[in-house]
């Protein structure tokens, strides 16, 4: 049972995380309120953890998990051929393969079209909901480049845990001179490709935000709304962190209570609701590297209704950051310098760049990224819950260097 500490915190012991019951579960729920479908994902991480934790899941069976869906969905057997793995970054299992198209599931009747199965593994870097990712692929289609939903498993019906079918993307992810990095992390388009992709780059983070949510409200029943002149939604989205860090941690930082307690304190009320990604940067976007444009923006898992600012800053943040050739500039998701991001979004979007926002959702996105690392990533690497521990645990490592970084800005903004 958990004991509400003077503070914020709620203290559990490792047992109690390893295996939460119905109360430790209902204590963190309580304190922390966050969204009706952020919090049915995070009670569901929980309660599976009583389960048999993770094992290997065999191509043959995630083809035999969507060729149900897709009858399921249509009403017609489906064709699937040619199946393989797809890099899935840190946090997902995928697989392409291609389908026959006919006149009753969506595709062009009589050709053959390539399509990609996302699913969750038993744990991951980022838990989050397959509905809401569909829900937004569908909003966006047709105004941003992305992938093209079809059909998802949200309550994991016909796979082993919930997933989605969408359309195969074609472009690079990394530039063929700095192709052995890990995705998006110090990425380096280099001169000519860069000075192509930037203006993409901002015109279409312009363009997400600009979108009139009034105009796709009906594409997104799993978000809870956010209202102009309220700080509400923003609220949620920190406790739902900070319901991560108490789920999650493998040990105390004393830094993360003090974080918390000034987000609550000083989140802004909204000037506007737009469409926020949560994970725009370098390295969730694929591009034709002979073009320089952008061909598709992926993993909308942490979108939001909310403060485009978030964005903002995320694409800011140090992770994605490097030296320009000039050995001075830095250069914000190897795009330009982070005031040259700022004011090119400025007058890309007509809207206003807010100091006061841009100061407050730089301290939200370093804590974000220090409660997925050191939070969710350890755990997952802890309890071996995902195909991919090894590499959650690298990211748990870098989790050390975002909280000094965290550190810095929190003591920098209340100096």
């Not at 943040?317 to 991001?341: I, R, Y």
Request: aromatic share 8%.
């Amino acid at each position: 049972m958990a004991d509400r500490m003077a503070d914020d915190r709620l203290r559990f012991d490792e047992t109690q995380r390893r295996a939460p019951d119905e109360a430790v579960i209902g204590a963190i729920r309580d304190r922390f309120p966050t969204e009706r479908e952020i919090d049915v994902v995070l009670t569901r991480k929980m309660q599976r953890r009583h389960g048999p934790g993770y094992s290997a899941v065999s191509l043959e069976r995630l083809v035999e998990g969507a060729a149900a869906l897709i009858l399921a969905e249509t009403g017609e057997p489906a064709e699937i051929d040619n199946a393989r793995w797809l890099s899935g970054g840190a946090s997902k299992l995928q697989m392409v393969f291609d389908l026959k198209g006919n006149d009753v599931n969506g595709l062009p009747p009589g050709e053959t079209v390539t399509l990609v199965l996302r699913m969750e593994p038993a744990a991951s870097v980022t838990e989050s909901s397959r509905r809401r990712e569909f829900e937004i692929l569908n909003a966006v289609d047709g105004r941003i480049p992305a992938p093209r939903p079809y059909w998802v498993d949200a309550e994991a019906r016909h796979l082993p845990y919930p997933a989605m079918i969408y359309s195969f993307a074609r472009g690079s992810a990394k530039p063929t001179h700095d192709a052995a990095k890990v995705t998006g992390l110090g990425q380096n388009y280099g001169p000519a490709l860069r000075a192509r992709l930037a203006p993409h780059f901002v015109n279409l983070l312009a363009t997400l935000h600009a979108i009139d949510t009034s105009e796709v409200a009906s594409h997104l029943p799993s978000f809870d709304g956010a209202t102009v002149g309220s700080n509400a939604s923003v609220i949620r989205q920190v406790n739902a962190m900070r319901r991560l860090w108490e789920e999650d941690r493998i040990e105390e930082e004393p830094v993360m209570d003090m974080v918390y307690r000034w987000l609550i304190a000083h989140a802004p009320v909204l000037d506007r609701v737009s469409i926020v990604h949560g994970d725009y940067r370098s390295g969730n976007f694929l591009f034709d590297e002979d073009s320089g444009t952008i061909t598709a923006w992926l993993d909308w898992e942490g979108a939001a209704l909310g403060d485009r600012h978030q964005d903002l800053t995320y694409a800011a943040m140090p992770t994605f950051q490097h030296v320009a050739e000039d050995g001075d500039a830095v250069l914000a998701s190897g795009m330009m310098t982070e005031a040259e991001l700022y004011a090119a979004y400025g007058e890309a979007s007509g809207m206003p760049v807010d100091p006061e926002r841009i100061r407050y959702f730089r301290i939200y996105n370093r804590y974000l990224v220090c409660v997925l690392t050191l939070g969710s990533s350890a755990r997952a690497s802890l309890m071996a819950g995902t195909h991919q521990d090894i590499v959650t645990n690298f990211v748990a490592i870098l989790g050390y260097i975002a909280l000094a970084d965290l550190r810095a800005a929190y003591a920098e903004v209340v100096a």
